[in-house]
């Protein structure tokens, strides 16, 4: 079982690419935000209290995005595919190793994880364009001072860990979809185990 995580500032594609690429290996595609979003929707205990920080583009608690994810990864389907692509999460080093013990309990860990890097210029004229609730200009601006103080310090964390693997996130979804699974096909061969579907 292959576990990658995606990093990148919002806006980078991860959300797009990490969908694509689980579609391609027939992996399972789990995003925080997604189930975040999902929670806020149905208007759930857990959607309320994450709601009010989404919107104001603060991280949502350690404790409901660990507990969440924990609970994902136990899920049949996880269980029973050949990888797990994690989008929006870890977003900060307690995460990170929270997500390790998790793994480890299995006896499991990450495979890689993949840095999408995107100028700063850049993601925020892609997500002024997407204009989701929480892409206006103040919560954009909020969302990436986050992911500098808090994410950002994975990417250090990552490296000396000799997980790391950046790719250059600039161009059209395909540019950029061909980059990350030539970096999957060349890099990581040798542990690849999942059949293309
Ligand atoms: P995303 O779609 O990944 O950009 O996430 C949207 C919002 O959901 C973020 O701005 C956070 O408020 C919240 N969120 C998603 N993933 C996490 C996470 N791992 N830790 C904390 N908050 C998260």
Same mark, same amino acid.
């Given at each position: 079982m292959l576990y990658f995580v995606f990093l990148g500032r919002q806006g980078s594609g991860k959300g797009t690419q990490s969908a694509l690429i689980a579609q391609k290996y027939g992996c399972v595609h789990v995003s925080t935000g997604d189930m975040l979003r999902s929670a806020v929707a149905a208007r759930s205990e857990l !959607? #309320? *209290?994450a709601e009010a920080l989404m919107l104001s583009g603060k991280l949502v608690s350690d404790d409901i995005t660990i507990g969440i994810v924990a609970e994902r990864l136990q899920e049949e389907d996880v269980i029973n595919s050949p990888g797990v692509l994690l989008d929006g999460f870890p977003r900060n080093l307690k995460q990170a190793k929270a997500l390790e013990t998790i793994l480890s309990v299995h006896d499991k860990r990450i495979t890689a994880a993949l840095d999408l890097e995107v100028p700063v210029e850049t993601v925020t004229e892609r997500l002024l364009q997407r204009g989701r609730s929480d892409d206006t200009e103040r919560i954009i601006d909020q969302r990436l001072a986050e $992911?500098? @103080? *808090? @994410? #950002?310090? +994975?990417?250090?964390? $990552?490296? *000396?860990? !000799? #997980? +790391?693997?950046t790719i250059n996130g600039s161009g059209t979804v395909e540019e950029v979809f061909d980059r990350i699974v030539q970096m999957i096909e060349s890099t990581l061969s040798k542990s690849l185990s999942w059949a293309e579907v």
């Open positions: !959607g #309320l *209290q $992911y500098e @103080t *808090q @994410t #950002l310090p +994975l990417i250090d964390w $990552y490296r *000396q860990e !000799g #997980l +790391l693997f």
